[in-house]
Structures are given as C-alpha cells and as structure tokens.
C-alpha cells in the first residue's frame, strides 16, 4: 500500500518532454533521453507574484496624456494639418471625458494606496 503512494509521489514529480515525450524530472532543464532543451513550467495561480500596485495610478496618468495628446491634434492648436476633419464632439466631449476618467483613476490609485 505504501508503494502506491510512493509511485503517486514519483508521478508527481515527473512531466512529459515536448520533443521525445518521455517521462523526466519537473526540475530539470534539459531532456536526459533527447538532450533537448525544455520550456519553464508555469508556477500556480498560489506561487505566483503578486500583481505590481499602483497600476491604477499609471493608467490615470497615461489616459491624461493621451487625452492631452489628442485635444492638442483635434483641437487645431498644432501647426499640422490633419489630412481630414476631425468632428467638434472630440474636443468638446470626448478628450476631457478621457482626462477626467484619468483624473479618477489617479485618486482611486490613491485612495487603495493610502488603504494599504
């Protein structure tokens, strides 16, 4: 009975070669049987790193830019001429909708940073 348990374990510890399909050891590197090179295995949704904070924050910024970005070209204030038209509602609705969802990101950003 132990032995079935000691095999379930052996298993556990084994995957399968990309190339040769063979049974190897999930440690290692490289194939003992065709000597090929063998991929990382992803670790599990518990193993793996925490997201990176603050992102809310960064994305705020960057939507503020591209809404500044394009208000700048849309609005006419650039010495360029855009090869066509560009309709009043972008300048006058859309960009500053796209700033101030950026605005909002930033304070939520903010708010979950300071709740930490």
């Not at 599990?44 to 394009?70: C, D, Y």
Request: glycine fraction near 8%; charge should be neutral.
């Amino acid at each position: 009975m132990s032995s079935g348990t000691t095999v379930g374990i052996e298993q556990a510890a084994l995957r399968q070669c990309v190339h040769c399909g063979r049974q190897v050891p999930s440690d290692s590197t490289q194939c003992p049987n065709c000597r090929e090179a063998l991929p990382a295995v992803p670790l599990p949704a518990s193993e793996r790193p925490e997201p990176q904070k603050h992102t809310e924050i960064r994305r705020g910024l960057l939507s503020m830019l591209a809404a500044g970005v394009v208000h700048y070209f849309a609005g006419g204030y650039s010495a360029m001429d855009l090869p066509f038209p560009i309709h009043p509602v972008v300048t006058v609705y859309l960009s500053p909708m796209l700033f101030l969802s950026g605005l909002g990101l930033i304070v939520y950003g903010f708010f979950t940073w300071k709740k930490e």
